[in-house]
């Protein structure tokens, strides 16, 4: 592998490996003394620090829904996403080996079927179904990805884009949180459930197929809202009757 490969592997195994750590260690080790709106500004906090210190060296996915959205709207190559998922899954995996380390030395902390895992039925703080969970998730994660791919040129993370993401993030979990836990992120939900085991485990599918469907989902739309080789801004062109393309004709002047 090139260096330049190389690194961009280990920016988003280790941007997945904090993420879980820290933002899932938020629910796991203070969810007593913050609550969820604690909990989501955890999320969007690291990943707003996270996508300022990696998103010019990889883009700073962390996500595999982020990455399948990116692959969709043909800014990665298949064999960047594959290593992308990858290091994220990896990732996921330390950051919940090295949280539940922590966790098991607080005494009297329940980890098995919870750890900050996603859920519905009786693992649900509303007690959503199946269904329910499902939609929201793919909606969720839908807002998410539309998100990064409509503040992000091509792959980096530059200007404010990385702002817009982390309160993207943390918006979808002040929602997500009572619902269902907020996947939003396959390589977030699989690490903390394979600690936590079972329920976790027996659910967690939900939360790596839906956040995918919500991915897809989100690229094309994208696809139409911000087509490849259009202008960026347009909404002020439009106002003013001006053209969009230089051989176009005024809105105005169409028939």
Known sequence: METTET???????????LLVFFAVGAAVLAGEYIGTFGIALAFGFVMLALAYALGPISGCHINPAVTLGMLLAKRITVRTAVEYWIAQILGGIVGAALLFL???QVPGLQTHAAFGTNGWGDRSAVHINLGGAFVAEIVMTFL????VLGVTHKVAVLGFGGLAIGLALATVHLIGIPLDGTSVNPARSLGPALFAGGA???QVWLFILAPLIGGA???VVHQITHPPQEPVVIADRTARGEPTKPDEPAPGDRV
Do not use: Q
């Open 217 to 219: 989902l989100a690229a």
């Open 144 to 147: 998410f990805v539309f998100v």
């Open 200 to 202: 976790a485990i027996t």
């Open 7 to 17: 690194r961009t592997v280990v920016s988003e195994f280790l941007g997945t490996l």
């Open 102 to 104: 922590v966790a098991k």
